[in-house]
């Protein structure tokens, strides 16, 4: 049976994270596809900057995100202004899941006094959230990151399998002007999968500097989010007419 193209970018991703590279004949063969489909394939993710060629084969863009606390320090009025539009969403009794990420943390800023359940693994949204006691917070626990100061792993993805949220807000490393979105952590992309997966409704926190950002994994495209909140207003016309196309609405603060 044939697979449906964005589920061959998905395992061809996931290859390439598992060795590192790949020719396009190992491709074809793991995708039990053609050598010219290969080809096509990795030329549409080298446009979405996800992987990038090498002498033979291919390899996936090895990005790194900013540690938590340098992030923090920037864009940070207009992650204020994000945060404050996506809790504007949120219902009391809501029940919410913040992902991790500078952005995201800002949201939790907003409802820190706001009588709602929150679901997050990262440990600085914890601590904005306890420090009023309002909220009732369940910590997603797991592999401890130092660097982002948050709970990764397949523990977190195995709670959220059995977790149901009215609403979730999802950060990024980037936004290609094609849909996808981005992410430089295998494991978080994961997570993001979950997160969607667990939530009523979903939408994207991303500040200007996300389009197109960078990371080479991709979780899945904008044609599954509810909307994405942002302070961009240049946006790119193929991501504003998928937008447009899949009825994701894009709020610009």
Not at 64 to 79: H, I, T
Not at 138 to 158: A, M, N, P, R
Not at 203 to 216: E, H, N, R, V
């Amino acid at each position: 049976m044939t697979m449906l193209k964005t589920v061959r970018h998905e395992t061809l991703l996931q290859l390439l994270h598992a060795q590192g590279s790949a020719s396009v004949n190992e491709i074809a063969e793991h995708l039990n596809t053609s050598s010219a489909t290969a080809r096509r394939d990795l030329a549409e993710l080298e446009r979405q900057s996800l992987v990038e060629r090498t002498w033979g084969g291919v390899r996936l863009v090895t990005d790194v995100d900013d540690p938590f606390q340098e992030a923090l320090m920037s864009q940070g009025a207009a992650k204020r202004r994000i945060g404050a539009a996506a809790a504007d969403l949120v219902p009391d009794g809501a029940t919410v899941i913040l992902d991790i990420g500078t952005t995201v943390h800002h949201v939790a800023r907003e409802l820190a006094d706001r009588d709602i359940t929150v679901l997050t693994a990262s440990l600085p949204t914890f601590e904005v959230l306890r420090t009023v006691g309002r909220a009732n917070i369940i910590l997603l626990g797991g592999s401890w990151s130092e660097k982002y100061q948050c709970f990764t792993g397949s523990t977190v993805t195995d709670v959220l399998e059995h977790q149901q949220a009215d609403i979730a807000f999802l950060g990024c490393s980037g936004l290609s002007d094609s849909g996808r979105i981005r992410d430089t952590s295998y494991p978080q992309s994961s997570i993001k999968r979950a997160i969607l997966a667990a939530s009523s409704h979903t939408w994207l926190l991303a500040d200007a500097k996300k389009f197109p950002g960078k990371g080479g994994i991709s979780p899945f495209e904008v044609d599954r989010l509810d909307g994405i909140i942002t302070d961009s207003t240049d946006l790119a016309t193929p991501l504003i007419e998928k937008c447009r196309n899949h009825d994701t609405e894009i709020r610009i603060v």
